[in-house]
């Protein structure tokens, strides 16, 4: 029984019990409605409406969309929800989200327990509330309130959602035996039938100039995505409209919205994301392990910033530096990082404290003897890594999992190091590490399952988006980002100017383009890992002479000043630098290249051909476990937008035979070995297979 109904003396009970989140599926509108028309029929006074299991209907079932509708729809559950002739009382647990808090917005009363959270998340995934929430919110809480809370998606807890008037009261738990009471004191007080639809938007801040310089922010916080833009439609209709005009006006936005590109690609990414951390084929019986402690070896970029996720999620960590003054500098960094967070207002001072005494230093490899965890995040040199192994496996307690932060180096060859190579696993973090949420699980030779399990769920826990990966030069992410790399410095070289690349890949919804990502990391650090290859490993020397030639200008980018770009050095503003188109012909004339022009369909197309074709070459050698592997680390570690999907989704739209013609044309025109479709590609499109299918065929 998705929705059951009880008499409890005079007033009705609606339960809903659709695990694991209560979506509105198709069963659950049809039992809300088959319901509700008993309650009406019955003797009860007041109806409360509410939900078993962890939370309040927390949206719409969002596998349906896509699919051909099945009434009765949500607006017409709402609408006989609103229309009924007894007060409906909503009573909210967990998370009352999107379709969820729309039809408690149809209700005449909502209560919740104080733990209880309202949002309408779908401009996350491409949408907009399509059952009456962008035309009720503005009704109950003003334009302004209303567009920020549906524009950001961001969810409210029940104090605030209780100021703003989105609820009318919050409750002791139990929730059930509160909602009982708050309805009965309603029917003796003969409360109305409270109706959202009936009243009116204050005019105050629904001007037009307020909508245009929403449609303005937006536009550039939301940069590429049609959703927002459609919600200040929606939420301007609602300032304009009679509710029932503006309420068809929500819902063909919402249907087109449904139908739109952007709105799948948010979806996979959503489904994906939640698939990431399943391990395939792991021991079922394999339990994490608790960690209740962390360690990590290294103060630096990457060691600060890690320790910083535990210590947000409340977990204590040592950490451990050379020596006093690498630790000092390591901690300074660490509580500048927090009072930059405060001075943002994004945390309280009180808070950052706590969060800060957390974090204990310390020289003496002795202080890890109890920790359940270890992440070294040292230079990345294999010999410094495989003496920092070697001393952990001496001081750790038998059942510590010892991770490595390593990009590039052999996983295995760390574990050898100690006589425990089941509990050793890489957890590569991204920079900076307390902000970026990709975090790869790199799986070495004999990692043991339930290590592979803890390392998963310690990483929701922290707040990351964890990913499985396979060892390999540069895992998922870093080997796929060396083909994109690549070819910026190839467009360079043929004809494009830097600012050129980065506005294709930008225009495309890139958070960065290429080659200012490498201004920011430095491109020093790309030198002096390629002066350690041999000729052959580096391959065509045209690829990396432009880079090559500026480092050894004293252009390493923002730090220096100057790299692709030259940078203010008060603002950091960005501006385009003659001298580089200088290095650039240079460069091309030495190594015999004619200079053309290059459009930036082309510049788009071969990046994310790049990255396409080293994604197969990835999922056939099994690096990775999914193609949604692949796209959540793009997005997640990587700037991809998320509305486009992450590259294999790409090339799943775009259609395989497409892409694998497109690399073969680009075979054909350079000559360049790598752009040779990628076997699994190739015998995909030869067999007519998706993805999907060889992913239902491999398991
Ligand atoms: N539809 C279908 N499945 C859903 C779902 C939904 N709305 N919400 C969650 N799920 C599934 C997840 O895929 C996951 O499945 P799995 O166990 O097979 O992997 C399972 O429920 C549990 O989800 P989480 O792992 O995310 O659980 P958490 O406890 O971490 O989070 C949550 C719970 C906060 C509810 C989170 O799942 C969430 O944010 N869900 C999406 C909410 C949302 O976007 N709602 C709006 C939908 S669009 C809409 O309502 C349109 C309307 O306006 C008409
Ligand atoms: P970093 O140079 O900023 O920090 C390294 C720190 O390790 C220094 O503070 C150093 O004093 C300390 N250290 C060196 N040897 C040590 C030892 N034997 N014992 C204890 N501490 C020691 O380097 P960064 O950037 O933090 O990188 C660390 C690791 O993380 C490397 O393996 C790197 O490849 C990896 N990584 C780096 C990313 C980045 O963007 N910087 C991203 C992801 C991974």
């Given at each position: 029984m998705l929705v059951s109904y009880e008499l409890v003396d005079d007033i009705g009970v609606i339960t809903v019990n659709n695990?694991?989140?209560?979506?509105?599926s198709h069963g659950v509108r049809e039992g809300l409605v088959t319901a509700l028309a008993t309650a009406q029929a019955d003797s009860s006074k007041a109806i409360v409406l509410l939900c078993e299991g962890r939370t309040f209907i927390a949206g719409?079932?969002?596998?349906?969309?896509?699919?051909p509708p099945q009434a009765p729809s949500l607006p017409e559950v709402n609408a006989a929800i609103e229309g009924a002739s007894k007060p409906v009382i909503a009573a909210l647990h967990g998370t009352a989200l999107g379709g969820g808090f729309e039809v408690a917005l149809s209700c005449h009363y909502r209560c919740a327990v104080s733990d209880a959270a309202v949002g309408l998340p779908e401009v996350k995934l491409?949408?907009?509330?399509?059952?009456g929430g962008t035309q009720r919110v503005p009704r109950l809480i003003g334009v302004e309130a209303a567009l920020d809370m549906i524009a950001s998606g961001k969810p409210v807890t029940a104090a605030k959602a209780l100021k703003l008037g989105l609820i009318d009261r919050v409750v002791d738990a139990p929730l059930k035996a509160a909602a009982l009471a708050y309805a009965r004191e309603l029917v003796a007080e003969g409360a109305?039938?409270?109706?959202?639809?009936d009243m009116k938007v204050s005019?105050?801040?629904?001007s037009a100039e307020q909508f245009a310089s929403w449609r303005t922010t937006l536009g550039k916080r939301?940069?590429?995505?049609?959703a927002p833009q459609r919600i200040v439609a929606c939420v301007e209709a609602a300032s304009r409209l009679p509710f029932d005009e503006g309420l068809a006006f929500e819902r063909g936005q919402f249907v087109e919205c449904t139908e739109s590109e952007q709105s799948a690609a948010l979806r996979h990414i959503f489904f994906a994301e939640r698939q990431a951390p399943k391990v395939l084929g792991?021991?079922?019986a394999s339990q994490p392990r608790p960690i209740q402690r962390v360690g990590i070896i290294g103060g630096g970029t990457m060691g600060g910033g890690i320790a910083m996720c535990f210590a947000n999620a409340g977990i204590p960590v040592t950490l451990l530096e050379l020596n006093q003054d690498g630790l000092d500098r390591g901690l300074a960094l660490i509580g500048k990082n927090y009072g930059i967070t405060v001075s943002k207002g994004k945390l309280s001072e009180q808070e950052a404290v706590r969060r800060e005494r957390l974090i204990r230093g310390t020289?003496?490899?002795?202080?890890?003897?109890?920790?359940?965890l270890v992440i070294e995040a040292v230079f990345e040199s294999m010999e410094v890594k495989r003496q920092v192994f070697a001393r952990l496996d001496e001081v750790c307690k038998p059942g510590a999992i010892l991770a490595t932060n390593t990009s590039y180096l052999d996983v295995n060859e760390i574990a050898r190091v100690?006589?425990?190579?089941?509990d050793v696993v890489g957890l590569h973090f991204f920079s900076p590490a307390n902000v970026m949420r990709l975090l790869e699980v790199v799986r070495a030779d004999d990692t043991a399952d339930d290590v592979l399990a803890t390392a998963m769920a310690i990483g929701k826990r922290i707040g990351k988006v964890p990913v499985l990966a396979r060892v390999c030069?540069?895992?998922i992410g870093n080997r796929m980002l060396r083909q994109y790399a690549r070819e910026a410095q190839l467009c360079m070289i043929e004809g494009a100017s830097p600012e050129q690349i980065d506005g294709a890949l930008t225009g495309f919804g890139?958070?960065?383009g290429p080659l200012a990502v490498g201004d920011l990391a430095g491109l020093d650090i790309g030198y002096k890992a390629r002066q350690a290859l041999t000729d052959a490993q580096k391959g065509?020397?045209?690829?990396y002479c432009i880079a090559d030639a500026l480092v050894e200008m004293g252009r390493l980018g923002q730090k220096s000043g100057a790299g692709y770009y030259r940078y203010?050095?008060?603002?950091r503003a960005r501006s385009v630098d003659p001298e580089v188109l200088e290095v650039i012909e240079a460069q091309a004339s030495k190594h015999g290249v004619s200079r053309r022009a290059l459009s930036s369909d082309e510049i788009l197309d071969r990046h994310l051909m790049a990255l396409v074709n080293e994604g197969f070459r990835i999922l056939e050698e099994g690096i990775a476990q999914r193609p949604g592997d692949i796209d959540v680390a793009y997005v997640h570690?990587?700037?991809?937008p998320a509305y486009q999907g992450g590259p294999m989704f790409y090339a799943a739209q775009r259609g395989l035979a497409s892409v694998r013609d497109r690399l073969k044309a680009l075979q054909r025109q350079?000559?360049?070995?790598?752009?040779?479709?990628a076997p699994l590609l190739e015998r995909l499109v030869s067999q007519g297979q998706s993805l999907d299918d060889w992913m239902a065929e491999k398991h």
């Open positions: 695990p694991p989140v209560n979506a509105l719409a079932e969002i596998s349906e969309f896509g699919k491409g949408l907009l509330p399509g059952a109305m039938l409270r109706r959202v639809r005019a105050e801040d629904a939301m940069r590429g995505q049609q792991l021991d079922p020289t003496d490899y002795a202080d890890l003897g109890e920790v359940d100690t006589d425990r190579p089941q030069f540069g895992f890139m958070a960065m065509d020397p045209k690829s203010d050095p008060e603002t570690g990587y700037g991809f350079t000559g360049a070995g790598y752009w040779e479709p």
